[in-house]
């Protein structure tokens, strides 16, 4: 499958900063990345999903101002939380979309995820 | 937007088979997925399983799938210690679009010795 990386891998920041994750698709060209926040013990909740070249299209919920999202180039995405707040303390994953796998049940478009940031906000 | 639910824990013994349940509502999900997630990592994708299947086999994972109930469940044989993490069920939203997927709550599986 996919190797995708994210950095930094866990970060602490005051109030009021901003800090930028990365996430690297590794090995092959992703054309759509998604960003996910993951509370503890809670599940993934889909914030955006981010395609190459064009804007971020985020959930509802979620403030696009707030959570500036980047997809330059074809291996590269990038989420800036701004004016980060403790209540954004959370584990921030990364996912890429390596195409169309086709299977005898039909299309399947797999998710590999990265191995996640740390973000904790004092 | 569509539910997913788990239930949160599950203890089992270290040979013994382990069996996590989950529920969905979108009758129109076309691929249902299992996850694995590790303390402190991203998600790995276990297996997966077509809307218009009943069974897959693969190792020693068993996915289970009731359309009608809506209804997954993952077996896990021989289960080891390694096998502890949290699971994670996922189903990829048609209705919306793209590649959405919906994720469950997720179980956490803890194996004793």
């Known amino acids: 499958g996919a190797v995708v990386s994210q950095h930094p891998s866990w970060v602490i920041c005051k109030s009021g900063t901003s800090v930028k994750i990365e996430c690297r698709s590794l090995?092959?060209?992703?054309?759509?990345m998604f960003w996910y926040r993951q509370f503890p013990k809670q599940s993934l909740m889909l914030m955006a999903t981010s395609n190459e070249g064009s804007k971020a299209t985020y959930e509802q919920g979620v403030e696009k101002d707030k959570f500036l999202i980047n997809h330059a180039s074809l291996t590269l995405s990038t989420l800036t939380v701004t004016s980060a707040h403790p209540e954004d303390s959370s584990f921030y994953i990364c996912?890429?979309?390596?195409?169309?796998?086709?299977?005898?049940?039909?299309?399947?478009?797999?998710?590999?995820f990265g191995p996640g940031t740390r973000l904790t906000v004092l | 937007g569509e539910d997913v639910e788990q239930s949160l824990f599950l203890s089992v013994r270290e040979g013994d088979s382990s069996v996590i349940n989950c529920t969905y509502t979108?009758?129109?999900?076309?691929?249902l997925y299992w996850y694995k997630q590790e303390p402190g990592a991203g998600l790995q994708l276990l297996t997966y399983?077509?809307?218009?299947?009943d069974m897959k086999q693969d190792q020693r994972l068993t996915v289970l799938l009731n359309k009608k109930d809506k209804h997954l469940s993952l077996r896990i044989a021989d289960t080891q210690t390694g096998d502890s993490a949290i699971y994670f069920c996922?189903?990829?939203?048609?209705?919306?679009?793209?590649?959405?997927?919906?994720f469950g709550t997720g179980t956490q599986l803890k194996v004793e010795l």
């Open positions: 996922a189903e990829k939203e048609v209705t919306g679009g793209g590649n959405k997927l919906t």
């Open positions: 996912s890429v979309t390596a195409g169309t796998v086709w299977t005898s049940g039909g299309p399947l478009h797999e998710q590999f």
């Open positions: 090995d092959f060209q992703a054309t759509t």
């Open positions: 399983i077509f809307s218009n299947m």
């Open positions: 979108d009758s129109s999900s076309t691929y």
